[in-house]
Structure formats: C-alpha cells, structure tokens
C-alpha cells in the first residue's frame, strides 16, 4: 500500500515536469521541471524496490543478520538512486550554467528568443547532395538573424 | 492553440500510461533472488552493517568509478562554460556591475556557528557510510551545503579554488590506487578485504570502506563545491 502511494507520487512529479518543460517559455521554469522529473524517477525507482513490511537493509540491533534476509528491502534500486541524486545535481549545474550564458547573449530568458539559432547550423547541412529532399525553410527576411552566418544555399538558386 | 491541444494530448497519453503502471503494481513479499543474495552476503565476506554501502564501495564499486567521473566532467564543463567571464567582462555593454550587497547581520552570525557545526555533521556522515545510512555521496553533498551558506554568508568571500582543485585530484587518484591495490592483494579490483575485516559493527571494520568513503566524501565535496563557486558573481 505504501509503496503504491510512493509510486503514484513518483510518477505525478514526473507528470507534473513533463507539464513544467513542455508549457513554459522561461529556461528556468524549464530546468526547475527537468529537475522535477528527476526527483519523480527517484521516487520511482525506490518505490519498486520496496517489500511489504520490510525495513532498511541496515544491520544492527533492530534488525539481525539472520533475519535481515526476509525483512529487508531490495538494497540494489537505493544504492541506484544514492548516484542518481548526485548526478541529478551535477546536470541541474550545467544546465543553469547554460542558461547563464544564453541569458548573456540574448539578455533574456525566453526561449523564443533562441529559436531562430538553429538555422545557424544549416548551411553546413545544406551543401551535402542527401539533403536536397528535406524541408527547405523559408529565405524572407523574418527568418534571417541579423549577423548570420550566411542564407543557406538553396535561397540564392531563383 | 494547436499547441496547446497537442500539449494536452501528450499529458494525457502519459497519464494514461503511468495510471496503468500504478494500477497494476503488486507489492513483493519476498527479496528478489539478486537483493537477497547481496542482503546475505554483505555482513558476512565483507563485515559491513550497511548494505547499500557495501553494494556502493565493494560489489558495484566500477559503477562508483564511473560516476566519479561523470562527476569530474561536470566541474569541467561548468568551468569551461562559465569561466572566462572575467576576463571577457569588458566586451558586454552594460553597466558596471554593483558590488555584492553584504549579507545581514543574523545571516553572518547563523553562518559562523552554522558552518563548523555542518562540517563536522558532514564528517560523521561520511565516516559512517559502513555502520549506518550515510557514505561518502551523501557527506560530500552536506559539504558542498555549507560551502553554499559560506558563499551566501559573505558574497565577497572566495574559495580556493586551486587547493580545491588539487584535493579532489589527489583524492581522485588515491581512490584508483586503493582499487589496483586491492586488485593485486586481495581479491580484485577495489575489493575491500585489502585490510582487516575487523569487528562487526565498530568504525575501524568492513576493510577498506571506510578509507574509501573518506576519499569519496573528500572528492565530491570538493568537486560540488568548485561548481557552487563558479556560479558566484
């Protein structure tokens, strides 16, 4: 039963950062709901663990070594998740630390800002002959960050 | 609005999924045959009480490794992201930047009590890993706490990030060796019975986990700490 609730809380965190990182347009809701999503599979992954009216695999006054193997909880899914936090945490830093950068070049934190820097990369994907029959994207001028590294090719053909 | 909708719809289907997952659980009654095998083995080849802790330092020690190093490229690249600010501050037009505002007097005060007491709170933790819940992981987290309210207690303050640096080097390497040694005299990579097994539940047991739980809890600390650093300013 317990484990059930842990389970169903688990996985509504999950729920809840796939929510936070698919509607917000701020990078940091963003990583706050990557973060959540970590949290909810930690949550998760002790939950399976779990067997029923067990306790800690610690052993010590309360619980024998005789006995440990009938009563204890599976050890294996916690010590997965003892590295998971801390790698959890380790990824959350580099995150912010982009977002710190990006936050420096646009001087804001909307994500909109940012969509037009991935035609920057085009150019060198246009030149190659398997590419001819991707979608082109459009050549107005709503569609060219000033600075640029250049139009792709396909805008100079007409 | 498409957008939205198709928001909706994905939230929707993975609550689908995820209301099935719970349904459907069953809760065991019994150890899986692998976590009763590592429930029984623990206290008795390798003398420690906490078997999570013997499954992190001795059984799956390699996984430990990897994560060091994961760890480790981490510090690297948050370094590499933001470490040239300083001297690329002179290309961004802004204004100058303000100096930090100094903290209030209760947040310097509660820091200078605070901070030696979470370190030897961090220490305890660390040395305990085998005994009871705790390792080096959930030390070297504590120890990276108290270098967040240091930072906060006095925004000007900078951790040496150079002795930091060759500390969690040096603890780094040490960890390698300890591993080979036990390669070469006992049973095999980073096998713990290297030293005495000692008495069952007292600190100086379980071989060499806890001389690996120091190192561990030392470089970690260390490493969390130089990325809470680089964040400063």
Redo the contacts between chains.
Sequence with gaps: ?I??VV??TG??L??IG??GM??HRNILRIVIGFSLIGTGTHLVMVAI????GGT?????RSLG?AE???R?V???P??LV??A???G???T??M???A??LY?AKKTLAIDAFTESKWLAVPSIRSTSLSSDLAAPSCSRSSIVSGAAGLPPHCFSH | MIRRAA?VL??AL??LV?AT??VH?V??????P???R???LV??ELGA????TG??LTY?AF??LG?IA??FM??A??GL??GRREGRRQD?PRAAPQPPRPASEIVRTGAQILVPLIAIFAAYIIVNGH???G?G??G??VVASSAVLLLLADPRQRLDQQFLSSTESAAGVLFVLVGVAGAIFAGGFLDNRLLPLGQF?SLFSAGAMPMLSVLLGVK?GCE?SV??D??RS
Excluded: C
């Excluded at chain 1, 663990?49 to 029923?52: D, L, N, R, S």
């Excluded at chain 2, 009480?49 to 999570?52: D, F």
């Design positions: 039963m484990s059930t389970l169903a996985l509504t999950i729920l796939i929510w698919l509607m663990g779990y067997v029923a800690a695999p610690i052993i010590d070594a440990a193997s009938s204890a599976d050890p294996i916690s010590a003892v590295t936090i801390v790698i945490l380790a990824v830093a580099i912010l630390a982009f710190i950068r420096e | 928001i994905v939230l993975f609550g995820f997952l719970t659980h809760e065991r009654h019994s150890l899986p692998l976590g009763k590592y429930v029984e206290p008795q009480a906490n078997v999570i499954i992190l799956r996984d430990t994560e994961v760890l981490v510090a690249g948050v992201v933001l961004l005994l009871s819940a390792g992981f959930q070297g987290a539940g970690v969390l990325i809470i680089r964040f």
